[in-house]
């Protein structure tokens, strides 16, 4: 059996991921990745990964059915879980945002700013510390389109490349903070599996810090 | 039934068949060690005033608790630790007693949690010792092995790991860099989710001698007694020192005990509540992904209700004792015992209930069946 469990987010982050990991020497079977089974062993069965939505890295991580797992800093913000983070991977670096097509944020004479995002913690945070009242409009993607139909003032989302902006006619007006991909660990298998976890983290440390 | 009464709350459940029988089966078991160590059970309210809480685990634990007011206008809550409340006891009704003072206790406790969080109960049972008056090393070492003697009796062996710490070398080095509350809390907290890239930054510019970087090496990750020595050669100031002192002794013992494989020293372990002043320990078990308990030392809390004394104690969640358990297909009580049984019944329930009365009182079990009856 595998030594450790390792949560990979599908999507976005699981390229680049799967090219770091490769970097220190821990390849997947070829093809494997090709099938949809969401589950693939290293060449040398010594870790099994598992492959999840990117919110649900940190839960299960969370819940120590994988000892470890990789996420973006957004993700793990806005899940608030108890986990170690032990390594900044410094891939998948992006920007967490406010955006809108107005400049001046507060004008819709009310005084309360309606958001859209994906990131309802994070965006009750950030305006909450500011002191400015909003009226927070979850949504489960396509955010970008929330302003323009005038469902929501601005939006609090993702940026790579600033690409789906612009072509929405959207600009950034506040950068809330920058994220780039951890290594999470959960705290009974850091103690529990401290030599193999041990290992992983060593390993990628060094590639981290070529990253950066 | 109408959804809402059929409904259970978030976070709230049943317990019954095997489960019920390995819960008790559990609590015995732990309640029988305390007891062979000479804990004497106490049973502390259900509902208290919150502001005990508060002063008891911190603003910041105490939130989470389920409060309403009481008649008077008074906050009240349901006991989200017992700790606090055998302390008040400690100080107040059995102030005059001889100390050292041995309680031990089970109880619920109810805390609030979102519901996607990994410890979903919000009701859950805790088994606990407390010891008050003893500022001794032989407390310290007294609270390790009870807790161990309970996870072995519970045939978890090999299967658990406890870790050490002593808040007081956090204290020391964080004293040193004369850090303002709110840096030391951001210190801390970098520690406890071992971001050491990002605490290796944070300590930079406070790193006149070094001392804050050696740190960060030493909270990476856990150790045996080689991360002791590292520790004193790379720590100075006095308060540290002392408590790697006293650490270096406990540690001796474990060695002394054939402990050493279950224990590690962990100086990164800096999450809990607010009331330790000494040495702190948190318990691991295979197959669960969250604690199973932890303790240490308290010796600022009975001050709250004027009667400073030092005090340790620790315990265990029975939630997490159980899962364990469960998971181990090595385990056995929690199957219907094997106790047999009388099926007894008849028309003349007079006669009936006497055959069962007379096999009650030879100790036997009985099932009164009342199929074939009237």
Redo the contacts between chains.
Sequence with gaps: MSELTIALAKGRLQTATLEHLERVGIRVAEGALASRRLWVEDREGRYRFIFVKPVDVP?Y?????ADCGVAGRDVLLE??????????LQIGRCRIVVASHKSELLSNGFGILRVATKYPRITAEYFGSRGIPVEIIELAGSVELAPVLGLSDCIVDLVETGRTLDENGLRVSEVIFESTARLV????????K?AAV?QL?KALELCAKEEA | MSESLSKVPNGMRYYFGAEARLRRYVEDTAMAVFDGWSYEEIITPSVDYHALFEFGMGHREAERAFRFTDTDGKMLALRPDVTSSVARAAATLLARRARPLRLCYTGLVFRQQ?P???QWRRESEQLGCEQIGSAQGSADIEMLVIAVEVLKRLGLNDRF?I?LNDVNIFNGVAERLALDPLARDRMRQLID??????LRRFLAPHDREAQAGAFARLV???GKSELLEEARRLITNTRSTEALDRLERLWSVVETLALADQF?I?LGDLSGLDYYTGLTF?I???G????AGGGGRYDHLTANFGRSEPAIGFVLDLDALTDALSRSSSFAPAQESERATERLSGDDHGALFVRALEHRANGARVIVDDRGTE
């Design positions: 839960v991580v969370e819940h120590g059915i899940s608030e879980a108890d986990l170690l983070q032990p390594l900044d660990v959960n705290r009974a298998s850091f103690q529990l401290a041990g983290i | 979102p996607t969080h990994a790991s870790t989710i071992r971001d050491m890239a990002e990476e990750r856990p590690e962990d948190k691991y078990v295979e669960i992904g969250t604690r």
